[in-house]
């Protein structure tokens, strides 16, 4: 089975921290997404790559940038974290077929707030 | 630009009742649809999947969804709900063409009361 870990479940930092939110595949998956769940507005893509050192921005990538020097690595970062980002960050891989057609395999999700 | 509505944010069944949850998508051309679950403090799992073929789609769990075209519709069912069914559904739709792009709708929050 595909394994999408995230390496912390709960995280609590203070405005204007820059804070990292991590991500790791197990299964070569050659895309990988961040995304923001919140309550009524369901999932809202930051950003994703689909190759090492390569990325595109999603929805909403106002406030984060990402990181891609590994295949298996994503990293998100909040530049400068601000209350408005406190929230759900989910991570996703799939592998690489053109055209939407794979499934997304998910990390269990990063709680994150902001103070 | 595609997109996902989810009709009912929140629903209420009885255990052993059947269940459909609703989903519209807008796409100009045949949407790659999928269906996941999210349980309490973890992530999103597949449920099923429609890519092309039978417009009837089987998945996991004893659940199964049917698209529609003419309705732009791709709704999730279950004959008989359990309460380890109660989750939030998610529906969604991917973009032919691109880089696995998908849009999520905003879900629905089913409940399971005994």
């Known amino acids: 089975d595909v394994k999408v870990t995230q390496s912390s479940r709960y995280l609590v930092k203070r405005t204007g921290e820059k804070v990292f939110l991590e991500c790791v595949q197990d299964?070569?998956?050659?895309?990988m997404f961040w995304y923001r769940q919140d309550p009524g507005l369901g999932l809202r893509l930051i950003y994703f790559?689909?190759?090492?050192?390569?990325?595109e921005k999603g929805d909403i990538p106002e406030g984060y940038s990402v990181s891609r020097e590994k295949k298996e690595r994503f990293s998100l970062i909040l530049e400068s974290a601000s209350t408005n980002q406190t929230s759900m960050y989910l991570c996703?891989?799939?592998?690489?077929?053109?055209?939407?057609?794979?499934?997304?395999?998910f990390g269990d999700g990063t709680r994150l707030s902001i103070l | 630009a595609q997109s996902v509505t989810q009709p009912d944010i929140h629903i209420t069944v009885s255990e052993g009742a059947s269940l459909e949850l609703r989903c519209n998508y807008s796409y100009g051309a045949t949407p790659y649809l999928f269906w996941y679950v999210q349980s309490p403090g973890q992530g999103l799992q597949l449920l099923l999947k429609y890519f092309s073929g039978d417009t009837l789609v089987q998945g996991i769990k004893g659940f199964e969804a049917e698209f529609k075209r003419s309705q732009s519709s791709f709704n999730l069912r279950k004959p008989s709900v359990h309460w380890s069914d109660a989750a939030e559904y998610f529906c969604?739709?991917?973009?032919?063409?691109?880089?696995?792009?998908?849009?999520f709708g905003t879900g629905t929050k089913l409940q399971v009361i005994p």
């Open positions: 299964m070569d998956h050659e895309n």
């Open positions: 790559s689909y190759d090492v050192k390569m990325k």
């Open positions: 996703a891989s799939s592998p690489l077929a053109k055209g939407g057609n794979q499934p997304q395999h």
């Open positions: 969604a739709v991917g973009a032919p063409g691109g880089y696995q792009k998908v849009t």
